[in-house]
Each structure stands twice: as structure tokens, then as C-alpha cells.
């Protein structure tokens, strides 16, 4: 009688790693798929273009010839500091107070 409960017992085994098994390939699997279903909304969400192009001519400077007109858009300044800044940037305070002097090593010697 003990092998034939042990045969039972067995199957009885085999059938729950056997569900166990496939049920860890339906996890998985369906894990994939979400990965991939939000890779495609990612690149599905590119901005649309512009209904109507605007004109070029709008937005580009005009041209500079030998001879001619000078062009009416006004050429890029150069960045300026402001004066209350220019001090502060030199007279920053040093974040440590210096260190005491007997933690302060002796200059290296050269050999």
C-alpha cells in the first residue's frame, strides 16, 4: 500500500510544480506585453506638426548686401554682468573657517 500512496503523492506533486511552472510563464508574459505596450505609447506620443507653416520671411533676418540697405534687425549684444554682482563673485566667504595650525602639515620636501 505505501507505493502506492507514494506514487500518489507523487502526482499529486508533480500536477502543483507543474501549475506553479505555468503560471510563473503567464506572469511573465503578460509582463512582456505590458513592457511593450508602453514602449509604443512612448513613441506614439510625438508632438504633432503645426497646422499652417508660418512664412519664412517673418522670421529671417534681412540680408546685408554691398551697396544696400542696412539690415533693420538689431544685432546681438554681448552679455554684461551687473555692477553688484561683479564684488560679491571675488569676495566670496570660503565655506570652512581655515584649519588650526597644528593640523596643518609641513610643506613636502623635495628628494
Known amino acids: 500500500?505505501?507505493?502506492?500512496?507514494?506514487?500518489?503523492?507523487?502526482?499529486?506533486?508533480?500536477?502543483?510544480?507543474?501549475?506553479?511552472?505555468?503560471?510563473?510563464?503567464?506572469?511573465?508574459?503578460?509582463?512582456?506585453?505590458?513592457?511593450?505596450?508602453?514602449?509604443?505609447?512612448?513613441?506614439?506620443?510625438?508632438?504633432?506638426?503645426?497646422?499652417g507653416a508660418p512664412s519664412d520671411d517673418q522670421n529671417k533676418p534681412a540680408e546685408a548686401r554691398p551697396g544696400g540697405n542696412r539690415p533693420t534687425t538689431p544685432a546681438p549684444e554681448p552679455a554684461r554682468p551687473d555692477p553688484q554682482t561683479q564684488g560679491a563673485a571675488g569676495a566670496a566667504k570660503p565655506a570652512l573657517p581655515p584649519a588650526p595650525a597644528e593640523k596643518i602639515a609641513p610643506p613636502i620636501k623635495e628628494k
Open 1 to 51: 500500500m505505501t507505493g502506492n500512496s507514494d506514487k500518489r503523492r507523487l502526482k499529486f506533486d508533480l500536477i502543483i510544480a507543474c501549475s506553479l511552472f505555468a503560471a510563473g510563464v503567464v506572469v511573465s508574459g503578460m509582463s512582456l506585453a505590458q513592457i511593450r505596450a508602453e514602449i509604443r505609447m512612448q513613441t506614439a506620443q510625438v508632438t504633432q506638426p503645426l497646422q
